[in-house]
């Protein structure tokens, strides 16, 4: 959710990660050429695809639900929505980028890759704590809330927690 207050230092982890997840991408393409084992590899694709529905909810949900004006990006919400996806997890876009980061280190298995993954998976998590902090100043007490239900990016601890409310 953006505002006025926000400048090229709270881009700056969300670049950097960028950086690290397209090299990682573009070394396993390139360089990783040995056996891998192949059940890890279709976990990694499987990875993959979860991360793009994670990815993708956001750019679906916000206009309909988030108070979005019309014409406006889907970033520009107003209102806190706490379903779909957002009952799972309070941050799908940045936890489609961990999931990403994951997929590339089971598809390739590659020491490198592993090493380029980590600390783009480290500086999207320090993004989602600085989105955390963000969302508190935009929406208050109702997001507070949220935060108590709801986490940040364990999808799984999500999924168990949203079928058990």
Request: glycine residues 8%; contains cysteine.
């Amino acid at each position: 959710m953006p505002d006025d207050n926000f400048s090229w230092k709270d881009a700056l982890p969300s670049c950097i990660a960028g950086l690290f997840f397209i090299t990682q991408m573009l070394y396993g393409f390139a360089f990783v050429h040995h056996e891998r084992i192949v059940a890890l590899e279709y976990f990694g694709v499987g990875v993959f695809l979860l991360s793009g529905v994670f990815g993708m909810a956001p750019v679906i949900m916000f206009p309909r639900k988030g108070g979005v004006e019309k014409g406006k990006s889907f970033i520009h919400t107003t209102k806190l929505v706490d379903t779909g996806i957002y009952a799972i997890v309070r941050h799908p876009q940045y936890s489609a980028f961990i999931l990403w980061a994951i997929g590339a280190m089971l598809l390739f298995q590659d020491w490198v890759v592993v090493i380029l993954g980590l600390p783009a998976i480290l500086l999207t998590y320090l993004d989602m704590m600085r989105e955390d902090k963000h969302n508190i100043d935009k929406l208050g007490d109702a997001y507070k809330q949220y935060m108590k239900k709801v986490p940040r990016a364990n999808c799984i601890w999500g999924l168990i927690r949203a079928i058990s409310r």
